[in-house]
């Protein structure tokens, strides 16, 4: 099992930037892909952007160019960069840890608020 502990989220004006950071409570050895996803009120669930052991990056369409995830094995940690924020990317955040082809664990999210 695998706990995940995000942090960063917060209240941000449209244009200005925020960083999540999500540490596992054990090595990632074995978990080949971690990531962030997203869920604004009324919407389903979406993939924001996973990155792979081997550093292997994707990202949603609407994010590309804005945000920018990482990930430091030694630390266990996954990093989320997000610049330009829109009001559209106002949602709660979930860091994800598990295969590229989907999550096997789940943080319990972290707000990110942009006012316009």
């Known amino acids: 099992q695998v706990q995940l502990v995000e942090s960063g989220g917060g209240l941000v004006q449209a244009g200005g930037s925020l960083r999540l950071s999500c540490a596992a409570s054990?090595?990632?050895?074995?978990?080949?892909?971690m990531g962030w996803y997203r869920q604004a009120p009324g919407k389903q669930r979406e993939l924001v952007a996973t990155?792979?052991?081997?550093?292997?990056?994707n990202y949603a369409d609407s994010v590309k160019g804005r945000f920018t995830i990482s990930r430091d094995n030694a630390k266990n940690t996954v990093y989320l960069q997000m610049n330009s924020l829109k009001p559209e990317d106002t949602a709660v955040y979930y860091c994800?840890?598990?295969?590229?082809?989907?999550?096997?664990?789940w943080g319990q999210g972290t707000q990110v608020t942009v006012s316009s």
């Open positions: 054990r090595s990632t050895f074995g978990i080949n892909a």
């Open positions: 990155v792979t052991t081997g550093g292997i990056t």
């Open positions: 994800t840890a598990g295969q590229p082809w989907g999550p096997n664990y």
